[in-house]
């Protein structure tokens, strides 16, 4: 019986997101259109914050569906001053698909600026949600497998031109650039195909962070560093979450100092900057996964570390 409340819970979540969404599109998409047609600075002056206050009003009736549905208590730690005009980096670990409006949710009730998100490229063709992405800026971003660089090494560095392109656009406006430096969402499967040296994490990538901070840095207020923890659920997934079967939400939101030697280094070109840039985020991993498995598995709390949380 308590299985099957639960998934209602999920059922009406997903019910009023869907209504929430398309009541979003209905001034979101000639606006966008308009935007999208009409490419020159005086429309952007115009559109950008309109669209912009549309997907913070979507991001908030979206983030009241879903902590209702899900009734968990969010813990919040917090030691960023409110700055909605700033321009900031912010890097976080990566498990769920609840993360991502949790941060949403996060950054506006702090009063830091609308997050922008390095996001992948199939997700442009979403209904509704691709679109709104596109007309917001936000970076999509081509994969390409190891066997398809080798074949075609002219498409080693495309991601890092669709960084740079894009930092333009957020010089000039207020902007939260979020980078999930793992890449993709930790799962146990993906961690043990990485051989990920983390119990609950995988390997960040450093490249992504490197070029948004070269790009960024003369402009930048600040770096942040969240991290996000599911209380008692090694696995969290997005749908447990909003059944109500994940309690309690632990959110550390902290400002991030970046040693001079890192910022403003040539990370594509010289070795020993990419080296040491490596090490510095593998080093801020490490000590993330240690809080985040504290936190989520209870063998952790012991001092356990087995092959299987590996």
């Given amino acids: 019986m308590r299985r099957i409340v639960e998934n209602a819970r999920g059922v009406i979540f997903s ?3 869907t209504v929430v969404t398309l009541i979003g599109a209905v001034p979101l998409l ?10 020159v600075a005086p429309v952007r002056r115009v559109a950008d914050p309109i669209l912009l206050g549309i997907a913070r009003y979507w991001a908030r009736a979206f983030n009241w569906v879903m902590m209702t549905t899900a009734r968990a208590d969010l813990e919040l730690h917090n030691s960023v001053p409110p700055n909605p005009d700033g321009r900031y980096v912010l890097i976080s670990n990566h498990q769920c698909w609840a993360d991502v409006m949790l941060l949403v949710h996060v950054l506006d009730r702090e009063g ?10 199939v997700l442009r063709w979403l209904p ?7 007309v917001l800026d936000f970076p999509f971003m081509k994969r390409y497998s190891k066997a398809q660089l080798a074949k075609n090494p002219s498409l080693r560095g495309k991601d890092m031109e669709t960084t740079k392109r894009s930092c333009e656009v957020f010089r000039r406006v207020p902007a939260t650039i979020v980078n999930y430096a793992e890449g993709t969402r930790s ?12 119990r609950l994490m995988l390997r960040p990538k450093a490249g992504g962070t490197a070029f948004t901070l070269q790009a960024m840095d003369d402009v930048l207020d600040g770096v942040l560093d969240m991290t996000v923890a599911y209380t008692g659920s090694p696995e969290p997934t997005f749908w447990d979450f909003v059944c109500g079967r994940i309690p309690h939400v632990y959110i550390k939101l902290r400002p991030l100092e970046v040693p001079a030697h890192l910022r403003g280094g040539d990370y594509q070109n010289d070795p020993a900057f990419r080296e040491a840039f490596k090490a510095w985020l593998e080093a801020i991993w490490a000590e993330k996964d240690e809080e985040v498995a504290s936190r989520q598995d209870p063998s952790a709390k012991a001092g356990i570390h087995t092959d299987e949380a590996a």
């Fill in 15 to 17: 019910i009023l997101v």
């Fill in 30 to 39: 000639p606006v966008g259109l308009v935007k999208l047609l009409l490419p």
């Fill in 128 to 134: 509704i949600v691709g679109f709104a992405c596109w």
């Fill in 187 to 198: 799962t146990a499967p993906k961690r043990a195909a990485q051989n990920s040296p983390y």
């Fill in 112 to 121: 830091l600026p609308f997050p922008r998100f390095f996001i992948k490229e």
